[in-house]
Every structure is written in C-alpha cells, then in structure tokens.
C-alpha cells in the first residue's frame, strides 16, 4: 500500500491550495479515504474523510471550506481548500481506511505535506 501526498504550499490567509493523494497497492474505489492534519504542539486531527460510496464528512473547522473529493479510475484523493486561515497551518496527511471512515479505523497513511497559511 502506498499513498504519496502532492507537495503543499505556502498561500496567504484567503487564499487556496489543492492536495492530491495517489494512492496503490489496494482497491482504491472500495474504501474509506480521508484527510487529517497535524499542527505544531497539536494532536493529529480529522480534515474529512469520503466513504466508498461518495458519502462526504468534515470537522466543523473546515466545513463549508474544505472539499474532498476521489477520482476511483485514477485512484486519486483530493482536497480543495478555499478560504484558507492561519489556524489551517499544519502537515496533512491522506490515509486510507479498509473498515469504516471512523478515525480509528485508519491504518495506512501517506508521508504528510506541509500547509503554511500566513496572515
């Protein structure tokens, strides 16, 4: 299983940024994917995360700013960040789950991207 995030950026507050995961080694179309995020000090946090069947969730930071999104012909995750605020500064990480979308159900993780908002 491997899972490589794009490279993240650095983008002022207001503005936007794209992540993209590949993803391989697995049937990507028939799990739960998802984004997560870790600052500074912080623990690791959900982002959002999308079911097999295209059921979306998001932490309530995010919703409203944040959409995930997957290409199953292309095995690809993404995540359109609009909006962007200095408090969304962390790394992120896609991950894959072959259970449920629940956190803890997440067993293979990408390397992390960094996302650096300035204000």
């Known amino acids: 299983v491997q899972l490589v995030e794009s490279e993240g950026g650095s983008v002022q507050a207001g503005g936007s940024l794209r992540l993209s995961c590949v993803a391989s080694g697995f049937t990507f179309s028939s799990v739960c994917m998802g984004w997560f995020r870790q600052a500074p000090g912080k623990e690791r946090e959900g982002v959002a995360t999308i079911d097999s069947d295209g059921t979306t969730n998001y932490a309530e930071s995010v919703s409203g700013r944040f959409t995930v999104s997957r290409d199953n012909v292309m095995s690809i995750l993404y995540l359109q960040m609009k909006s962007l605020k200095a408090e969304d500064t962390a790394t992120y990480y896609c991950?894959?789950?072959?259970?449920?979308?629940?956190?803890?159900?997440?067993?293979?993780w990408g390397q992390g991207t960094q996302v650096t908002v300035s204000s």
């Open positions: 991950a894959a789950s072959p259970a449920s979308c629940h956190r803890s159900d997440f067993s293979y």
